[in-house]
């Protein structure tokens, strides 16, 4: 199970920082990469980050320099920093995790980021 936290109303500009606790039977948090999506209004879910076993990263374009993962294996748990937030970051944000950044195995229930003045 994959539970994400920290979402919330922010205004253009500002910063939140969200959280995703791994607890699903059998995963051994250190051997999966962590990933974020999104998924917007009226918007398909779009990938967002992701680092992996070996904390490589990989960010989509529209957030690089702004949004920043991070992971902490002792206690299982991912994070991602958003930064600089603007209106179209407005979304439902989900934690993936898998062996494999091909496809991803479990999900999250989403939390919810509204970038608003």
């Known amino acids: 199970q994959l539970v994400e936290s920290g979402g919330g109303l922010v205004q253009p500009g500002g910063s939140l920082t969200l959280a995703c606790s791994a607890s699903?039977?059998?995963?051994?948090?250190?051997?999966?990469?962590m990933a974020w999506f999104r998924q917007g209004p009226g918007k398909a879910r779009e990938f967002v980050a992701h680092?992996?076993?070996?904390?490589?990263?990989v960010y989509v374009d529209d957030v690089k320099g702004r949004f920043t993962v991070s992971r902490d294996n002792a206690k299982n748990r991912a994070f991602l920093k958003m930064n600089n937030l603007k209106p179209d970051d407005t979304a439902v944000y989900y934690c993936?995790?898998?062996?494999?950044?091909?496809?991803?195995?479990?999900w999250g229930q989403g939390t919810q980021v509204t970038v608003s003045s």
């Open positions: 993936a995790a898998s062996r494999s950044t091909d496809t991803w195995e479990y």
């Open positions: 699903e039977p059998g995963l051994v948090f250190r051997n999966y990469a």
């Open positions: 680092e992996d076993w070996a904390g490589r990263t």
